[in-house]
């Protein structure tokens, strides 16, 4: 094995390890954004580049050493071959120059394409899509997609290969001129007397070689450049990612403030025009449940979202009792969080490895296991399962298996509980839970338990946000919330809202109230016998 064979995927493992590390700390923010995503593609070739850099550096310096050799030779023979040499050489140099500059514009431009259509074969063969790919047909419109971006492709590469081949051509044609000038003067030389036919034999010979080592070596260099481009992106993406990292350090931030105060929050999304929050201004005070309620695409998670850290307002502060967040620790802020988001990630892990995800050391803590299993009531999917914790939730692997919508809710609750009722290694108990649509998809006497935990872990001091559609949910909260279009509408408790006044004319005022009552209509008007009227104004969502 060569040097650089042994080197290559050291510097290969360093560079992924490079950019993974960086792209997993950018803010959500510079995530989302394409022209991030676009960078952090091509340095996905730099990656490559690095390997391929490093054995073509091996081979300029061999060819140099052999054209030095030759050169020497040439040289002796007669100094006026040596540019003759070079200009036979020149034009494949500048040929392979061209056509490499052609194919980065080309991969450049057709970046985007090549995420899509990496995006498209993964959707066709992964399992979370083969229901739909299967029953909706879906797999015959992505498999037509696919065939169209590959015929779209194959367009772009017959493109460059003629285009190359043109310049190759024009490049042949220019050193041929070259060689027959070459020639001429030798044959100039040899009648001049200035040069033994002899000496003119062996130059000819050393002509052609020192050409091809000078068109190699030209060739490597170009090489070279165009791979230190990708490189180049590498780098620029290692710039900028520590640029866009979420800072490292800031003011400190209260282990359990008394309150959190939202002021005049704006929050608009990159990409978007109309803003997600709109001057938002609330408290959420510790050891409450506090509900966030509101239509679909109000901006309950957006909200959510901030006060966790995940984004930083536009404008507005988000402050921990006297503690702008905009300057303090993130570090400290997320160490404070637990996050049960609505779209909990399906971590293909054994059910041990989620529970614990951030909690290495409760990783065979049998105890706080046991805890979060009684909490999220699951303790019957545990028993189902052959291996118990250490069942991998990943179907498709050697002895995975998967879960269902709700088991899935109840393993997101029992990390929920593991988190917030145990410290992590930054020294902090997480006090803030947020709860985003935690019991959509379990069943009624889950979702009540659910419900009856959310508050024990209220008691015992953690701050519930609780963002819910289930307003018999909400009417148990401490404090709710109103969002509509990304303004807070209305505030107060389930009793306060619900005496609003019906003729109140501001914009949002009674939302609450209209949408408790209809869905407590729902229940009343199917519940059986002469009790029903009453259940018109008693019965719950
Ligand atoms: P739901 O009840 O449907 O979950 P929500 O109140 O939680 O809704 P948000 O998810 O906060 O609403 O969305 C608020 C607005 O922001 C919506 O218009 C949504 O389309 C937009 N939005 C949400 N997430 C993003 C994102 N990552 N990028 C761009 N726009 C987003």
Known sequence: MGGADRLSPRIQRTATLTLLERAQRVELASLEDPEFNRLLESARFGIHSVQRLTSESVSVLSTLLSMAATGGVLFTLSPVLLPLMVLIAAPRAWGAAVTARRRRTSVMAWLQHLRASQLVAQLLTQTHTAAEIRVHGVGAFLLHHFERMAVASDREQARLAAAGARTTIAAAAASGLAFTATFGLLGALVSGGHLALAAAGTAVVAVRTGAANVGGLLGSVNQLFEEALYVGDLQRLTTEADALAIPAGGDDLPERPAAIHVEDVCFTYTGRTTPSLDKVSLVVSTGKIVALVGDNGAGKSTLARLLCGLYQPDSGTIRWDDVDTATADRKQQFASTVLLPQDFFRWPLTLRAIVTTGRPGHHDDAHALGAAADFAGMQDLLRKQDRGWDTLAARGFEGGVDFSGGQWQQI??????????????????????????????????????????????????????????????????????????????????????MAAAPNDDRPGAGSYRTAYLLQAQQYATRLPGPRSADATTTAAP
């Not at 929920?416 to 006497?445: I, K, N, Y």
């Not at 946000?465 to 709710?480: N, V």
């Open 412 to 497: 997101g609750t029992a990390r929920t509980h593991l988190r917030a009722t145990t410290t992590g290694a930054e020294g902090r108990r997480p006090f803030l839970v947020v709860a985003d649509e935690p019991t959509s998809a379990l069943d009624p006497a889950a979702e009540v338990r659910a419900f009856d935990n959310l508050r024990r872990l209220a008691g015992q001091g953690a701050t519930v946000l609780l963002i819910t559609h289930r307003l018999a949910a909400s009417a148990a909260a401490d404090l709710i919330y109103v969002l509509k279009d990304g303004r807070l509408v209305e505030q107060g408790t389930h009793e306060e809202l």
